[in-house]
């Protein structure tokens, strides 16, 4: 945990706007999630928060790594990059997998190399990835229920469980193997039963699959969509753990190996933000401050992943609703219309937790105020 006192003391030393990760608390988080899913191999979801430094602690700790884009891979590439080849490759074929469903051809070209596992959903992929790198491995995403988590994904991503075994076939036939399926039941899902059902979908479709006469699926890969605790509403990790590995237990042979992709769980709570009032005004009666970070920044959250991340001060005193502006000229970079602060001056630093997923992955330089500065800790 980094306090409060550690946290406005690196925000003075260093300057405003900071990005702050805990280094300690990623390691507690993987630790976690390894402890209660022992059957589970757990590839980070690096477009959660693609730092090399965050990847480079999940690569110490022995993490497999999930990634999405070509600069995602040689993220963490780079930690392989001086094994010897075959070493190199062995742990590429284990250790990643390529899980964005849809991908530019030169992506392909340049993949084709490593053989690594990547997923698909749809027959024209297939071609794609026949034509472009035979040499990978293919996982079926299917679409699942995505009921009740914060972002939904299901609209967009996996083939309609109905379409599953055709495609695997078509797989087989375009001379790929498909090893196995995956899913992912919407980010931050706190709705337990998605995993559930999801499950169960996938063990009909292996089931169908060897009944058509192929068999050669070896892996159930469950996605992301662990919930981070933001707060008390959240059930603990180990009350869905319990929930998930019954459901393995019940319906997946010991032979089929289990991944998941988790993003959100490893690096919400490992990041925090500290930025500066840079101006004040009452609007309409309200205390506004104007702060130099927003969501065109590292509050980016707000709107991307549909968070919320509490305002808060250092100064204490009696406190009055207040709102929270960022810095850009855009009326839509607010980061809260209704904060419980004390009577801010300008220069006081205020901060927030939690903001270590899909926040500054996704910040930007618009109206020329660049990212945070990041400071890594306990590293
Ligand atoms: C394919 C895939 N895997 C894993 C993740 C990580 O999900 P989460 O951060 O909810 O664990 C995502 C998030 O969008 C994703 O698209």
Redesign the pocket.
């Known amino acids: 945990m980094i306090t409060k006192a550690h946290l406005q003391r690196l925000g003075r030393e260093h300057g405003t706007p900071l990005f702050v990760v805990d280094h300690d608390a990623l390691r507690r988080n993987y630790r976690e999630f390894r402890r209660h899913l022992p059957r589970v191999q757990a590839y980070f979801?690096v477009?959660?928060n693609a730092l090399p430094e965050i990847v480079r602690t999940f690569f110490l700790e022995g993490a497999s790594f999930?990634v999405?884009s070509m600069p995602e891979f040689n993220i963490v590439y780079a930690n392989v990059a001086g094994m010897p080849p075959k070493e190199r490759q062995d742990w590429i074929w284990d250790k990643i997998i390529y899980?964005?469903?849809n991908k530019p051809v030169e992506t392909l070209q340049e993949l084709n190399q490593y053989k690594p596992l990547v997923?698909f959903d749809n027959a024209e992929e297939l071609l794609k990835i026949r034509d472009h790198a035979p040499q990978a491995g293919v996982v079926l995403?299917v679409r699942v229920t995505n009921t009740g988590a914060m972002?939904e994904?299901s609209s967009k991503?996996g083939a309609a469980p109905g379409e599953a075994v055709d495609l695997i076939l078509l797989a087989q036939k375009l001379g790929l193997t498909c090893e196995g399926l995956?899913f992912?039941v919407?980010?931050?899902?706190t709705n337990f039963n998605n995993y559930v059902e999801a499950l169960a979908l996938c063990s009909n479709i292996f089931k169908e699959a060897a009944d058509r006469g192929y068999r050669k699926m070896n892996l159930m890969d469950i996605?992301?969509?662990?919930p981070a605790r933001y707060d008390e509403s959240v059930k603990p990790f180990r009350e869905l753990a319990k929930v998930i590995n019954n459901e393995l237990e019940r319906l997946f042979p010991k032979d089929i190996q289990i991944l998941a992709?988790?993003?959100?769980?490893?690096v919400a709570n490992a990041g925090y933000t500290v930025s500066k009032v840079i101006g004040k005004a009452v609007r309409d009666g309200k205390p506004s401050y104007y702060i130099d970070d927003g969501v065109y920044h590292t509050y980016s959250g707000v709107i991307f992943d549909h968070c919320k991340y509490p305002v808060r001060a250092f100064r204490k005193g009696p406190t009055k609703l207040s709102a929270v502006y960022g810095p850009t000229c855009d009326a839509l970079d607010v980061v809260s219309m209704a904060e419980n602060l004390p009577e801010l001056n300008r220069d006081d630093l205020v901060y927030s937790e939690n903001i270590g997923?899909?926040s500054h992955a996704s910040s930007t330089y618009f109206n020329g105020f660049p990212p945070a500065k990041v400071v890594h800790v306990n590293t």
């Open positions: 979801a477009k959660a999930d999405a899980a964005n469903p997923t995403r972002v994904l991503f995956s992912h919407g980010s931050q899902t996605g992301g969509g662990f992709e988790p993003g959100r769980f490893l997923a899909y």
